[in-house]
């Protein structure tokens, strides 16, 4: 530790990449804020399609990070806390939505839950259910793809706790789902709330999926992604404002986490 | 994302023309028989034709299957050139261009989105159209909801149709007022050009699209396609022409003459499309 923090100048020939990454992260934002039309901005984050394409973010984004929250953590901690045979593979498959195009995950969807798909058809044939081209379908690609970001940080955050405490609860006579609620979640609560940032941002900008497996119609399933994309061939000011929209609302979850929470994730 | 590979692609291909074009012909040999294969395309030079080199087609993606065979055959028909293309909407390619995108040749599905080209100064020479299109709807295998004509598409639960700014959308939305249809926004899923409109039927669950005859004829048993009357169509033209700035005006031209010529209007017409005139 005592030689990492001597070592404060660091070669001159890193701080220049480091330099040069910082500018290649940056650029790009900064030309976002130079190519946006102040004076118009608020007529063309109100105009009924930008209105329509944030309400449905809004509302898909929190749906997939509930259904994450709910469906996520009780994974992550089967993931944590015991051993079963296969248990690596399982884990794989959870994090490959992380690792996969978009598009493929969109159209796997399509395979698993399309008209025709594996489980679709029944859904549609005996309830009449249809998730493509519906809202519902939104969220659910949302979630396949927003998912494992709370999963993995769940999980991490579960291993890295200290098992005795949770140990301690029970021979005190706490029940395994007292322990859950009482010990377990309070002490990876920042990773929790870190987890949950992350799979909201995610699931707010997610695109490919959600134009391959539910479309892109106004209001139903054409999320602020979406919205920007068309904007960009039509009415590039309009582009830039939504994108402009969908930054200050990254920057806002970043600097709400503040490092404290940030931190939680790397551990 | 394919655009934007071709677009890197375009730029490694470009480099090696420029580098190319600063040297003599014997330098070229030699450096062909120092590099193998890499630098094939300029030892054919001295043997045949003057044609040489590569140029960036970027086409309407309806064209995507009858250019894509072209490309092959005159790639053939003169060993040492390559024609590689960038296939998407005609509105997002405008824009491309304009914005500076390495083109060397235009291929519109509208006259309207080669006028902004031409009218922001990218183009160099006169548009030639070349083919002509219409516009048919495309439904689920069988039929099921039995749709026959524009009127029909609101019994569908949703209709796929091009974004405004892709001519297959301008020329859609024109045929829809034409019936006098009007399908709600609710029940329209915009496709971001020809071919994912078409897709959203065939592989997505679309009950139906408004895409042009010649992506139409292509459906095969993943759809069936429904005629729409001439007296409710709307018929688009196909221009073509040089990039401002092209590299390889040669070539360029050579491949608007090819696409014009019997070659090219065998292979578009055998694809459903129209004569030009």
Redesign the interface.
């Known amino acids: 530790m005592a030689t990492r923090t001597r070592s404060l100048r660091p070669p001159l020939f890193i701080l220049i990449v480091a330099t040069l990454t910082v500018a290649f992260l940056a650029v790009p934002l900064i030309g976002l804020l130079s190519k946006a039309s102040w004076s118009t901005l608020w007529s063309d984050l109100t105009n009924p399609v930008a209105v329509d394409a944030l309400k449905l973010s809004l509302i898909c984004s929190l749906w997939a990070t509930g259904l994450s929250l709910v469906f996520g953590v009780p994974l992550a901690w089967v993931l944590a806390r015991t051993t079963f045979p296969g248990r690596n593979l399982v884990r794989s498959l959870t994090i490959l939505p992380m690792v996969l195009p978009p598009?493929v995950g969109g159209?796997a969807l399509?395979l698993a839950f399309?008209?025709?798909g594996i489980l679709g058809r029944p859904l549609y044939d005996w309830f009449g259910v249809?998730f493509?081209?519906s809202t519902a379908g939104a969220v659910l690609a949302e979630t396949f793809v927003a998912m494992p970001f709370l999963v993995v940080t769940v999980e991490a955050a579960l291993r890295s706790m200290d098992g005795r405490y949770e140990e301690a609860a029970a021979n005190l006579g706490a029940g395994r789902w007292t322990t859950f609620r009482r010990v377990s979640l309070p002490m990876i609560a920042p990773s929790l709330v870190a987890g949950t940032a992350l799979t909201w941002a995610r699931a707010l900008g997610e695109f490919g999926a959600t134009i391959?497996?539910a479309?892109?119609?106004?209001?139903?399933?054409?999320t602020l992604p979406l919205a920007v994309?068309?904007a960009?061939?039509?009415n590039e000011h309009v582009a830039v404002a939504l994108s402009l929209a969908l930054l200050a609302i990254s920057i806002v979850v970043l600097v709400s986490l503040r490092g404290r929470w940030l931190g939680a994730i790397v551990s | 994302m394919r655009k934007v590979d071709m677009r890197k692609e375009s730029a490694v291909i470009r480099s090696r023309t420029r580098s190319a074009g600063a040297l003599s012909l014997a330098a070229v040999a030699l450096a062909a028989a120092a590099c193998g294969s890499s630098s094939s395309s300029s030892t054919t030079t001295t043997a045949a034709a003057k044609l040489s080199g590569s140029i960036t087609v970027s086409a309407a993606s309806s064209l995507t299957a009858a250019f894509g065979q072209l490309g092959t055959k005159f790639q053939a028909a003169h060993p040492g050139t390559t024609i590689s293309f960038n296939f998407g909407s005609s509105g997002a390619l405008a824009i491309q261009i304009q914005q500076g995108a390495p083109a060397d040749v235009f291929a519109s599905a509208a006259p309207a989105n080669m006028a902004t080209v031409q009218a922001a100064g990218d183009i160099s020479g006169t548009p030639v159209t070349f083919a002509r299109n219409s516009l048919e709807i495309v439904v689920k295998p069988g039929n099921p909801l039995g749709i026959q004509t524009l009127a029909d598409l609101n019994k569908a639960n949703v209709v796929a149709i091009c974004v405004n700014t892709a001519p297959c959308g301008a020329t859609a939305a024109q045929a829809l007022a034409k019936a006098g249809v009007t399908i709600p926004t609710a029940k329209i899923t915009l496709g971001p050009d020809v071919d994912h409109t078409l897709a959203a039927v065939t592989t997505g669950d679309a009950d139906a699209a408004i895409v042009y005859v010649t992506n139409a004829k292509t459906v095969g048993t993943q759809g069936v396609s429904i005629p729409i009357p001439a007296s409710k169509n709307v018929p688009t033209s196909y221009p073509m022409a040089m990039v401002k700035g092209t590299e390889n005006p040669t070539l360029a031209q050579a491949w608007i003459a090819y696409v014009t010529g019997t070659t090219g209007q065998k292979v578009l017409q055998a694809a459903s499309f129209l004569p030009a005139h």
Not at chain 1, 215 to 222: E, S
Request: hydrophobic fraction near 35%.
């Open positions: 598009v159209v399509l399309g008209r025709d249809q493509t081209f391959t497996f479309g892109d119609i106004q209001g139903r399933t054409q994309y068309l960009l061939q039509d």
